[in-house]
């Protein structure tokens, strides 16, 4: 069991950042961000999310035209903006990633409509997974999904052939960009015991 300790980082004061303190993010915290990631579970252990990590200025330059307005300024001043995207074709790892049957390719080239449900049901949990990790090692994140997707998939994923889920800022957050907590539904709202 996690301390309460633990459990306020990860969820109960883990905030979406809209401001950063001027310390940067290291490629090693990257790295170790990704290694977390990566143990979370996916269907079939296909494992499609794939993570771009945006830390100089001219990457930041060609990131810009895609944003949203709202979305702009902090992703600019932000140490680092990852771009969480997935594989399309993740199955084309599986005969390594799942191993215990070699037949799983074939489920995902033989339906168009699975491959597609996987890809973005996983990528995204993969994605949750990465935030999770991120305030496990320290860092604040803030997720967005306002940007558009088909800029970000022609400036950065063409070669590729990979597809933008959504972005997350990275660093260390200042308190003071932040918004009121919004409130969460209650279990009795959001949960049925059956
Ligand atoms: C997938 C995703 C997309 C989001 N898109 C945006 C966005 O485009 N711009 C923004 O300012 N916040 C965005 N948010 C932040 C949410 O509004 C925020 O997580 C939510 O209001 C809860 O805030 P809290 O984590 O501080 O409690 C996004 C969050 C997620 C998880």
């Known amino acids: 069991m996690l301390t309460e300790d633990a459990l306020d980082t990860l969820f109960r004061e883990g905030r979406s950042h809209n ?3 001027d310390e940067p993010v290291s490629d ?3 790295r170790e961000i990704y290694a977390l990631t ?3 579970p996916t269907s079939a252990n296909s494992s499609p999310a794939r993570f771009l990590f945006l830390r100089t200025r001219e990457a930041k330059e060609r990131l810009a035209p895609a944003l949203s307005s709202g979305n702009h300024d902090k992703t600019m001043a ?5 771009i969480i995207a997935y ?3 993740f199955h084309d790892k599986l005969p390594t990633l799942f191993p215990h049957n070699p037949e799983a390719r074939s489920w995902f080239t ?9 890809a973005f049901r ?7 997974y990465f935030i999770i990790a991120a305030r496990a090692l320290g860092l604040d994140v803030g997720p967005m999904s306002g940007f558009d997707n088909d800029k970000v998939d022609g400036t950065f994923l063409a070669a590729q052939g990979w597809r933008s889920n959504f972005l997350c800022n ?4 200042d308190p003071t960009g932040l918004f009121a907590r919004s409130p969460r539904l209650e279990f009795d709202e959001a949960c049925i015991l059956l």
Do not use: C, H, I, S
């Open 19 to 21: 401001a950063w303190r």
């Open 28 to 30: 090693e915290t990257l």
């Open 38 to 40: 990566r143990m979370g």
């Open 78 to 82: 932000a140490p680092v903006t990852a």
């Open 87 to 89: 594989d399309p074709k």
């Open 110 to 118: 033989a339906n168009e409509a699975l491959a597609a449900t996987t």
């Open 122 to 128: 996983n990528g995204t949990l993969q994605g949750a």
């Open 170 to 173: 990275l660093g260390y957050g």
